[in-house]
């Protein structure tokens, strides 16, 4: 099979709306040449689009028009790596996404372990951020809840008693597997959160595994979040 049918057939493979680059049609080096083409005669074609530079999507058509991706679509390159994800967003992008603030930023936070995830150009600005442990297709959910109770002072334009009710629902709705893993995981993280961890799940009377993060906070250390007056089980976690 040539290079063009090839391609051909790896973007028909792709969704309407979707993002892509040229390593995720697994072109050799000897193809790059053609495959460079083959790309170009598409683009004329308008069977696909050119985002950025290097980034293109299959346009989803619907009767308004053509939609361009989303803006989680449109990070997609910088998630993964080789079809694997090594990255995942957070910051006050993820922040409002959770629905715990009205703030959207210019400049979006991406958290790797494996890289550091840096753009500065006109249309995009991308800053690195720490993921405590190696992000995966798995985990990465979890760690976007964990680094909002990280960060839940720092949040801008927080309402925190609506915060609280936010993560708590957050919580509620994972399965005790899930909760098993999000305490695992948190391990990895600084004190505070844990202890923030423990009060929400002690107030949602879920108490499996609270004894381990217990277990993991210094007894004299004391945390301050400012929602000793708004979580009942603060002080059960020293936290101010």
Known sequence: MNTAKK????????????????????IDRNEYASA???VERLLKKRIIKRLRP???????????????????EILKPYLFENGKRIAYITGTFLYNK???????????????????????KP???IKPAKSYVDVTSNNYQYLEILDALKDFSKIPDLNKKNGIKTLSEILKNLSEKEIDKLIKLSLKY??????????????LNIQKDLDILKESLNPLSEYAYGIKNILKTAENWNIK
């Open 7 to 26: 391609i051909k057939e790896r973007i028909n493979s792709i969704k309407e709306g979707e993002t892509f680059t040229y390593d995720q049609l697994a």
């Open 36 to 38: 460079t083409k083959a």
């Open 54 to 72: 290097g980034i293109f999507y299959k346009p989803q058509k619907t009767r308004f028009g053509e939609l361009i991706p989303n803006e989680e």
């Open 98 to 120: 959770l629905g715990l603030t009205t703030q959207i930023p210019q400049v979006i936070k991406i958290a790797s372990r494996q890289k550091e995830i840096k753009v500065n």
């Open 123 to 125: 249309y995009l600005k």
């Open 190 to 203: 600084p004190p505070r959160t844990r202890a923030f961890l423990g009060a929400l799940l002690e107030n």
